[in-house]
Structures are given as structure tokens and as C-alpha cells.
């Protein structure tokens, strides 16, 4: 358990594999910060300096209550969520301010029982979930908002929010890789299946000129796992059991690898840079990718992964990413009346039509998509055509000692032409011995 203890301790540090709308993804080995502030540094938004500093901590009827979040977020996004919040809830006299951490999950270790110096809430992917579940610094939103006020939001959202059959977290949106592609550049229509996918790729890709019908981050098991998935293999399964040497598994990393072959090395910046200098047709990517297209002056197409058949019949199935509001014990304790009501608030529609319209995000409530400019969003679209299939990350702690072996497994035959079986009979064994460290 000592062991356990210091993985949790460590390990959620590693989480949160996504950013939020408009920003990198982060996976696996590459745990790149977004923000720029050193690490526990606070970046307060400029709007938080115009909150009154008068504070009741236990929520009595006419004090202004102020409520904290942490998160490692576009800001600009984040003053909107806030302004979402406050104008609803101005009557009340709750006001919800958030702060810029550039390592939520390592302050939240550090915080996450001080009431005094920890915020009240944080924003930030459902990946870190089991961690902090696991710590005991998490209150679970069942004792905090009612199962009604939560009814509309997409079910694979709860589930990602759910640990050990307790939802732990508030869904407030999500992401999802899709297959973006340019539109000046890719001849006819986009295929419907892998293997149509691959013979264009075949005809379309001069690898020795370096150009390219498709990039990907080959041996980034975030980016490989609609492959993983769709042919019924897993990194980790809930019980916490690798399966980097499961037969699917085996066999998705086999037929991802003839994609690999046609790709460039496979990094993040490396294929970013193809697509948006025009060098590459199309990449899997998401949302995060968006403000540097449109820079670049790329007319985008989009397509849900979840389109895509393998030659099993069965669709490519991607991870997603939800970003979801925790509360920490101690707010909910002495906070509890404006906590439940600032979750009610992020449990509407309001919140993701707002998220939606200005930063391309996936609202987590379906009442969302009824409103007219969200349900033309092509690409909110096709992340919501994708939660429907798409698998959430696995939010237990082994997870954060699943991305090295994964992906060392994916390089080896990748990059290096390692033997599948061989490989994966190597790195399953790194990881069972790794998540055996942990106890």
C-alpha cells in the first residue's frame, strides 16, 4: 500500500492526457505543459481581481460565497465558462472565479487537503480521476446535484466521470482525434473504410519527397488507439490488467504498422508541420489543432474516425477525452449549498452552447446540440458522432504506468521493425512489472 500511496502521489502528475479546446494534446511519454508559468505559479484571470475578496465559507443566505477552480486552460475560454456561472447565479451571490495552474494534477497533490491554500474545484481531463479518487480528496457530485439536473448529459461522459461505480466528476465537455483533412489537397471523396484509406495512401504518398496523404502520431498510443480499440484490444482493461500481448491488440498494432510505413517519423510537431505547410493531406488530430490551420489558411474537412470500417466490419474507435469539474472534500463540506448550484449550472446547456460557439469544444449536455450554430459545427458534430462509440481514457491509476510500455511496444515495431509478438511479449511484461511496483 506504502508503494501505492506514492504512485498516486506521483502518477496523477502524468495524467490529464488532454488539454482543453484550441490547445495540444498531451499523450503518453510527451506530458508537454500548456501554460507557461512555472509549475504551482498561479495565473488568476484579470476578471478575478474585479471579485469582491468577502468570503462566507459556509455558504449562508446573503454572503457572498466565492468558489475557486484550478485548471490548465485556454483563459479566454475560461473567463467565458466563469461568465456563464456568475450571471446565472449573480442573484445568489456566488461567484465562481478560476485560476491558471500550469500543473493542476501535481498541485492538487500538494493541495488537495487544505482547505486553506487548495482551490475549491478543478477543470481538468477525467484521466486523473482514479488518483485522486484513490487519495480520498475527491466528494462525489451524487452528493451534490441530483441525478435529474444531470439527465441530458451524454452517457460515455458519466462514464468516463465514474470511478469504482461512484461519479466522482461533472462532465462539462469533451474531445475526440478525428480525421481532418485539406480540402484543396485530397482528390475525390474520403473513404469509407481502412482499406480504401490505405490503397489512396498508397497512391498519394512519396515518402522519399515527403509528402503525404495522411500524417498520424504513429507510435502514440493515444493517436493508435481507434486501432487498438476497434479491433477489440485494450491498453488496460478496468481491473487493471495490461494487454499489450492480447491477440486484438497484437493485431491492431500489426495493421496500424502498414499505415505507419506510409507516415512520416510520427511526432507531434512533425506532422503538425506537414499538414499545416501543406506537405500532408490529411491528420489525425483534434480540436487543439484548429488555431494553427486556420492560421496556415487550410480549408478543413472533418470526418469522425467512428466512419471508418476495418476490414472486420467493426469502426475505428478512438479515446475520448472529458474534461470534467471536481470538488474537493473540504469545499463540498463547508461550501456545499454554492458548490450544487454552480454544478447545476455547468450540468445545463448554457455552458456548451457558450464553449462550443467560441472554442469548438463537445458539449457534455446533449440540449446543446439543439441549438442552431452548435448543430452546424462540423466538427462538434463529429466529436459527438464519435462519443457514441468512442472509449474513454482509463481513469485508474495503473493507467499512468500503461503510456511507456505502450508506446515503447508501438516504436519498437514502428520504428525499429521489432517482431509484434516478441515486442509485445517484452513491454507486457515491462508494465505487469510496473503496476506490480505500485503495490
Known sequence: MKKLWCYLLTGVMAAGLLTGCGQKAQTGTEHTQTGDTAAGQTETSPRSEEVPQTEASAGEPGEAVILTA??????????????????????????????????????????????????????????????????????????????????????????????????????????????????????????????????????????????????????????????????????????????????????????????????????????????????????????????????????LGIKALTDFTLPDGNPLIPYSGVQCIGVLKYAAENKKDAVSKVLEVLAGPEAGVVLAKGFNCAPANSKAYDDPEVASNEMILAMKQSAEKAVPMPNIPEMSVMWGPAEALLAAVNKSGEDVDTAAEKYQKEALTAIQDMK
Open 70 to 299: 484550478w485548471h490548465d486552460n485556454d483563459e479566454a475560454m475560461m473567463n467565458a465558462l466563469a461568465d456563464v456561472v456568475n450571471q446565472a447565479l449573480a442573484g445568489e451571490n456566488i461567484t465562481l472565479q478560476f485560476e491558471k495552474k500550469s500543473d493542476v494534477t501535481g498541485q492538487i497533490k500538494l493541495y488537495g487537503t487544505d482547505a486553506e491554500n487548495g482551490p475549491d474545484m478543478y477543470l481538468f481531463a477525467h484521466d486523473s480521476l482514479g488518483s485522486f479518487a484513490e487519495m480520498g480528496v475527491l466528494e462525489p457530485v451524487g452528493n451534490l446535484i441530483s441525478a435529474e439536473q444531470e439527465a441530458d448529459l451524454i452517457p460515455m461522459t458519466v462514464e468516463a466521470a465514474t470511478y469504482k461505480g461512484e461519479q466522482y466528476l461533472m462532465p462539462v465537455y469533451y474531445e475526440t482525434v478525428l480525421f481532418m483533412y485539406n480540402k484543396a489537397l485530397w482528390e475525390g471523396e474520403v473513404p469509407s473504410t481502412t482499406e480504401e484509406l490505405y490503397e489512396y495512401m498508397t497512391a498519394h504518398t512519396d515518402t522519399a519527397a515527403g509528402t503525404y496523404a495522411l500524417v498520424n502520431q504513429h507510435s502514440n498510443t493515444y493517436n493508435v488507439a481507434p486501432f487498438i480499440n476497434g479491433f477489440g484490444g485494450f491498453v488496460i482493461d478496468k481491473e487493471g490488467n495490461p494487454g499489450l500481448d492480447a491477440q486484438a491488440t497484437k493485431d491492431a498494432v500489426a495493421y496500424n504498422r502498414k499505415f505507419a510505413m506510409l507516415q512520416a517519423d510520427g511526432d507531434y510537431n512533425t506532422v503538425t508541420a506537414l499538414f499545416n505547410e501543406g506537405k500532408a493531406a490529411a491528420i489525425i488530430g483534434g480540436p487543439w489543432l484548429v488555431s494553427g490551420i486556420r492560421e496556415a489558411g487550410i480549408d
